[in-house]
């Protein structure tokens, strides 16, 4: 359906683009998956809060944001799958802070901070994703994580619209507790007065390491597997002999293997067959039990 013309007889009248049978895989790092039942992009707030208050309530509802740390898998998404765009990417520069909407992008708030001399929040960089999911699931890297300098989020829920502290959000480990059905809209990010120079001069750093490290230009899904208590991912599946194994066009890195390339032509049950091998692999070596922290959505084809 084309924009302004946004209405089915399942759906409430939107005025954002609403596609039905929408191939998924071109909005994924990985460029793997099925279709949705329906790919919803709201065009303001309260397109969402509309969506979200009138929608069937057998109709399930996933939130994807840039889908750099998402597996569709081939099946599609039964459903709605709701996409955040233009209308929540807004960013605003605070004497002490960021606001950023939940589709901006988490280097683009970085580079906003470093401009504006604001220290704290150049570790953003390092994460490639938006900012809805960097605090729905409290992403972190270089030693710092959203729970350190968040100070709300506002959550857009069936309900209304609800800001909550930080210390409301339950983080854990790659972990937030949102309301039920809720879907983050906006963050504050509290960050401090700095210098320019240095804080440009260490987000380089971050981005030096990030391409020396990690297979960043290739179709991967970020860190595939989070890091068990005491023990890093990376060394398990490398210790395993995980490193540069294959299922067919899938393959662990051999850059870094915690992450997990589509060499062209795989599919996602390849990547996630994929995936279960190196569990595999790592508890027979080591007795540890591997957690995917790539959200995996959909269902497998027959």
Known sequence: MKPGMATSPT???????????????????????GPADWLVRPA?????????????AALPLVTIGAASNLLVRDGGVRGIVLKLARGFADIVVE????????????ATVAEH????????????????????GAVAMNAGAYGAEVKDVLDWAEIATPTGLVRLAA?????????????????VVRARFRAMPGDAA??????????????????????????????????KAWALIDAAGGRGLRRGEAQVSEKHCNF????????????????????????????????????RIGEVLP
């Not at 397109?47 to 208050?53: K, N």
Request: no cysteine; net charge negative.
């Open 11 to 33: 759906l409430p009248p939107l005025r954002g683009r609403v596609q039905q049978g929408a191939m998924l895989a071109p909005t994924t790092w990985f460029r793997v998956g």
């Open 44 to 56: 303001d707030l309260d397109d969402l809060l509309l969506l979200l208050r009138d929608k069937p």
């Open 95 to 106: 004497a002490d802070g960021i606001v950023a909407g939940a589709a901006a992008l988490d």
């Open 113 to 132: 901070a470093a401009s504006a001399g604001l220290g704290g929040l150049a570790f953003l960089s390092g994460i490639p994703g938006s900012i809805g």
């Open 167 to 183: 210390d409301e959000l339950g983080f854990s480990y790659r972990r937030a507790r949102l309301p039920e059905g809720g879907v």
């Open 198 to 231: 240095a804080i440009a001069e260490q987000m380089r750093a971050i981005r030096t390491a990030r391409e020396e490290t990690q297979p960043v230009r290739a179709r991967t899904g970020g860190s595939t597997f989070k890091n068990p208590d005491g023990h």
């Open 260 to 295: 997990l390339l589509n060499l062209g032509g795989a599919s996602a049950a390849d990547l996630e067959g994929l995936g279960e091998d190196v569990r595999e692999k790592v508890h027979a070596m080591s007795g540890m039990a591997l957690e995917w922290e790539i959200k």
